[in-house]
């Protein structure tokens, strides 16, 4: 599948923009995650996340608009793969309190998935942290992230407006190359943005080569709730990839030109999805 470069509208940033944004992102994401164990296994992948996404936001379609109500049924045709698992996957919802199980009055064998306040509060700030990096990048006046943590008529708006986003990412999945990569794989997703942090930081400026930064393989598997044989087979296989150069001796790590290219370009897309759909929801309000 053709890699899909960043979206026009990041094309007039300049790096040093472009590089304080995503490391204030990935930051933001990493911090959300480190040390929560239970989190991380949860979502550890891609798909996980987005089917929780799914639920909240066809459960808040449904109270705006009367659209269908969320099932494993509904998420089930919204899966190109991995349907057989979601099952699990609601269960485990359920028995963490994330969601519950609501009979249809007129059909009891009808479930219906109602997201608790433990998912919809942590949804709303990882939301949040998305249009606060819309708003570092330009894309989103300043205020659209507090107000979506203080406004429930701005958050239900955003919300029902998602389905959107996750639309998108089901459509251009594969279409980033290394970021791909990474986020097929158990907790990938996480390693990526840490792996991106730390060279923004370690690069806030343009330079060739770009610089290495420190990695350390142990500390980061268990911030993230990953076995360290997990992480250290994950480095080495993005190394032979082609994705990052890593010198396990020194402990340091250099992402590549084409990994950065293709791992920004998802990011900048991803956001942008973001900023459409909150001034969506600004205009309906």
């Not at 960043?6 to 992102?25: C, H, K, M, N, T």
């Not at 400026?205 to 994950?234: D, I, N, Q, T």
């Not at 590549?256 to 309906?284: M, Q």
């Amino acid at each position: 599948m053709d890699f899909l470069p960043p979206p026009d509208l990041a094309l007039p940033i300049s790096y040093e923009a472009r590089a304080q944004a995503v490391a204030l992102y990935c930051d933001a994401i990493v911090r959300m995650h480190w040390g929560e164990r239970l989190i991380n296994k949860i979502f550890g992948r891609a798909m996980q996340s987005h089917a929780a996404g799914r639920i909240v936001v066809q459960h808040y379609r449904w109270k705006e608009e009367g659209a269908e109500r969320p099932t494993l049924a509904l998420l089930q045709r919204h899966a190109s793969r991995g349907t057989r698992t979601l099952a699990s996957f609601v269960a485990v919802l359920r028995l963490t309190g994330m969601v519950a199980a609501e009979a249809d009055p007129g059909d009891r064998r009808v479930r219906y998935l109602v997201p608790q306040e433990r998912l919809i509060a942590g949804l709303r700030v990882w939301i949040a942290h998305h249009l606060r990096c819309c708003e570092a990048l330009g894309w989103l006046g300043a205020g659209h992230a507090d107000r979506l943590m203080e406004d429930a008529a701005f958050f239900s708006a955003f919300v029902s407006r998602a389905g959107t986003i996750l639309d998108q990412v089901a459509l251009h999945r594969g279409r980033f190359g290394g970021w791909s990569w990474f986020d097929e794989r158990d907790g990938g997703g996480r390693v990526a943005m840490l792996l991106l942090r730390d060279h923004f930081k370690a690069n806030p400026v343009a330079g060739s080569p770009p610089a290495a930064f420190p990695l350390r393989a142990r500390e980061l598997a268990e911030g993230l709730g990953l076995s360290h044989s997990h992480v250290r087979g994950m480095l080495k296989e993005a190394t032979e990839a082609g994705h990052l150069a890593h010198d396990a001796g020194r402990a340091q790590v250099r992402l590549t030109p084409r990994f950065l290219d293709e791992a920004t370009s998802w990011l900048l897309h991803f956001l942008s999805w973001f900023a459409d759909a909150a001034h969506a929801a600004r205009r309906a309000g």
